[in-house]
């Protein structure tokens, strides 16, 4: 069973950068797609950005510009390069995997705390 692991997360102040990594114990080839996930506490998690095995990559409207996400198969990373950080980044960042032939994301991390203080 592979496991995901998040770090860099932190307390920045508005208009600050931060980049969290997850590194999985195992090979990461076999999932379709990787992504950053966050969480505020009552709210739903909500999807931060995605990237696939074939390149491709998605952005929620709310970080597009600002976040850059990308994978590294052979380091078995995925990383979230954050800038501009605004006080509704806060948040829990989770990183998540989906096996090919899955229809859903069913690989989590246990999460890393973003703090954006304004």
């Known amino acids: 069973q592979v496991q995901l692991e998040e770090s860099g997360g932190g307390v920045v102040e508005a208009g600050g950068s931060l980049t969290l990594s997850c590194v999985a114990s195992?090979?990461?080839?076999?999932?379709?797609?990787m992504a950053w996930y966050r969480q505020i506490p009552g709210n739903d998690r909500e999807s931060v950005a995605i990237?696939?095995?074939?390149?491709?990559?998605e952005y929620a409207d709310s970080v597009k510009g600002r976040f850059t996400i990308s994978r590294d198969n052979a380091k078995r990373t995925v990383t979230l390069q954050m800038s501009s950080l605004k006080p509704e980044d806060t948040g829990r960042y989770y990183c998540?995997?989906?096996?090919?032939?899955?229809?859903?994301?069913?690989?989590w991390g246990q999460g890393t705390q973003v703090t954006v203080s304004s």
């Open positions: 990237v696939t095995n074939g390149g491709y990559i």
């Open positions: 195992g090979s990461i080839g076999g999932f379709l797609a």
């Open positions: 998540a995997g989906r096996r090919y032939g899955r229809s859903a994301f069913e690989k």
